[in-house]
């Protein structure tokens, strides 16, 4: 009677624990498989007659975790529709811009973007660039914010 007791008992704890081991690896899977960082969180810019051209750059990171290579889609947008954001510093400055690479697995990634604030009305004031990157097959998107302290 007494060892029909303790195998019951030693039964439901290995249950217990390997449901334990399972929720553990639920979890784990939810966490994205993407990520992208602003080089900086916060970008001083001052306004002024002796500024140059009034083009300014930042640099991104960015990496796939997904056990294969997958296509990841890189978003940036800015709060405010006089701030615009281009690829290259020659190119068309918009309020939103997009970039789209295939990756390999957990192979890091950088990449500049250019700053340009398009209507001189501007007024001096906090604002915020905002980055998503999303892989195509992991369907995860990772979130980052950078703020523009334009002066």
Known sequence: MINRKIILVFIILLMLMSSLGCLKQVTDNSTAKVNLNFASKTMDITKGIYSSIGIYSSTISYESKYQEPQQVTITLRANDERIGLSWEPSGTFKPS???????????????????FMLNSSVPPGKYDIYGSIKGEKSNDIFNDTMTIDYK
Do not use: G, L, V
Not at 101 to 109: C, G, T, V
């Open 97 to 115: 811009i997009s970039w789209t690479q295939d990756m390999s697995i957990e192979q890091p990634n950088s990449k500049i973007f250019y700053i």
